[in-house]
């Protein structure tokens, strides 16, 4: 069925089907991350950026708490191909031909992205910030003691905003292939967006101005080259309209 002969039931039919096969595919991964959560996390307390830190349990909990936070960030990194996959096997029955060829490739370079920014930010950010909250609290005489779901309740809110944050050279192209917007919008909006990243920077990072320049500096780059991306999608986007244009006009 052609997406413009579907009715609003249809496509709420649709949605249904998506959202369902996400949520099959999300059990089966948390079940498979169920075998992977605790060596991961023996991993990370043996990792150089915690040799120095003593995990400690403050409830009979924490530990349990912890091994499920484990599971449910793998499984959504395991299923977040097929998430993608179903956000565009949903929305591609409204581009043309080419666009869901090109679209459809975006979904490994989002993956990648948002890797990426799970790598960086544990293998650069994360044991800077980590050395500085230490020093900080020997300067001050202070004895940390340092609870295991913290840890990882910080490790969290470091790694997983950036792997979503670095998406935004994608998303951006997405949207310009899909006409919502333009090269040219970004550039207006250019403060606006510069104000907002540099507020997410705020919160995912401790209240010190390097660790929020580490931050917010990487942030801004991504932003600039989303909109240079956008502007060769806006490019080929165009260039896609006119061809298919000429085809309706020259039948032959």
Same mark, same amino acid.
């Given at each position: ?13 649709? #949605?249904?089907?998506?959202?369902? !096969? ?45 091994? =499920? ?55 650069? #950010? ?6 500085? =909250? ?5 300067? =001050? ?13 910080? #490790? ?15 998303? =951006? ?12 919008? #970004? ?33 801004? !780059?991504?932003?600039?080259?989303? !909109?240079? !991306? ?23």
């Amino acid at each position: 069925m052609n997406q413009k002969d579907m009715t609003i039931l249809d496509h709420i039919e649709e #949605l249904r089907k998506r959202l369902m !096969i996400i949520v099959v595919f999300f059990v089966l991964a948390v079940v498979v991350s169920f075998f992977l959560s605790q060596p991961l996390i023996k991993w990370l307390q043996h990792a150089s950026v915690a040799q120095d830190i003593t995990m400690n349990a403050f409830r009979v909990t924490d530990p349990f708490k912890v091994f =499920m936070q484990m599971a449910f960030v793998l499984a959504f990194i395991i299923t977040s191909p097929v998430i993608l996959y179903q956000l565009w096997a949903f929305i591609s029955p409204g581009l043309l031909e080419k666009e869901r060829r090109v679209t459809l490739g975006y979904i490994p370079v989002s993956v990648t992205l948002f890797l990426a920014g799970l790598l960086f930010s544990y293998f650069v #950010l994360f044991p800077f910030v980590i050395r500085f =909250m230490m020093s900080l609290s020997g300067n =001050m005489e202070i004895q940390t003691t340092i609870g295991i779901n913290e840890y990882f309740h910080f #490790l969290f809110q470091i790694t997983i905003p950036f792997g979503v944050l670095f998406q935004l050279p994608v998303v =951006m192209l997405f949207l310009t292939r899909l006409g919502i917007i333009t090269p040219a919008f #970004l550039k207006k909006v250019r403060k606006y967006a510069y104000f907002i990243l540099i507020v997410v920077a705020a919160f995912i990072t401790p209240p010190d101005v390097i660790s929020h320049m580490m931050v917010t500096v990487p942030l801004l !780059i991504l932003y600039e080259i989303s !909109i240079w !991306i956008s502007k060769i999608g806006y490019k080929k986007s165009q260039a896609a309209e006119a061809e298919q244009a000429r085809a309706l006009n020259d039948p032959q």
